[in-house]
T-cell receptor, first 113, second 110 residues
């Protein structure tokens, strides 16, 4: 069964550094998402992306965050200047079309030191 | 704003028993209510989902009950098995984003 693939599985970064989290959505999917889950808390929506532009973003997704689909297969989340509070599990998700379910990757654990 | 409230935080059930997880939502514009199952080290995996025009949906041992007037929905796991031990999240959406509940850790004792 096709799946969403995320790399790396664990990223350790110094505070203030830039980090890029990578995702390969399911190949025929058109809608892409990033969520995060701080340890012990609920999964929170960050951003949705369709047709090469952001369609919705949460208040968490401030100017330090950006997303990009640099080619036909990858979908990335960049955090420009990481803070301690950015430490979390970041999940990528994709779906084929409106009305279809979102499929999640296994996440990248981001640890900011 | 806590849009989806989930309870209990955790539950323990004996093998063969019934696990029941409840969720309540605030936004009446939500039109899609999925449940996700998450094992340690893995991402959430869609288990079952329902839309508000249906009061119940059953897939195997998993059943969603939906009460639109009360703005509540619940997951029932029948004949619980040790392999069902996981964290379960309810969610709700209108359009793109999913709003998740806080999660329920289910432990099935053999």
């Amino acid at each position: 069964e096709p799946e969403v693939t995320q790399t790396p599985s664990h990223q350790v970064t110094q505070m203030g550094q830039e980090v890029i989290l990578r995702c390969v959505p399911i190949s025929n999917h058109l809608y892409f998402y990033w969520y995060r889950q701080i340890l012990g808390q609920k999964v929170e929506f960050l951003v949705s992306f369709y047709n090469n532009e952001i369609s919705e973003k949460s208040e968490i997704f401030d100017d330090q965050f950006s997303v990009e689909r640099p080619d036909g297969s990858n979908f990335t989340l960049k955090i420009r200047s990481t803070k301690l509070e950015d430490s979390a599990m970041y999940f990528c998700a994709s779906r084929e079309d409106v009305g279809q379910p979102q499929h999640f990757g296994d996440g990248t654990r981001l640890s900011i030191l | 704003q806590q849009q989806v409230k989930q309870s209990p935080q955790s539950l323990i059930v004996q093998k063969g028993g019934i696990s029941i997880i409840n969720c309540a939502y605030e936004n009446t514009a939500f039109d899609y209510f999925p449940w996700y199952q998450q094992f340690p080290g893995k991402g959430p995996a869609l288990l079952i989902a329902i839309r508000p025009d249906v009061s119940e949906k059953k897939e195997g041992r998993f059943t969603i009950s939906f009460n639109k007037s009360a703005k509540q929905f619940s997951l029932h796991i029948m004949d619980s098995q040790p392999g069902d031990s996981a964290t379960y999240f309810c969610a709700a959406s209108m359009g793109d984003k999913l709003s998740f509940g806080a999660g329920t850790t289910v432990t099935v004792r053999a």
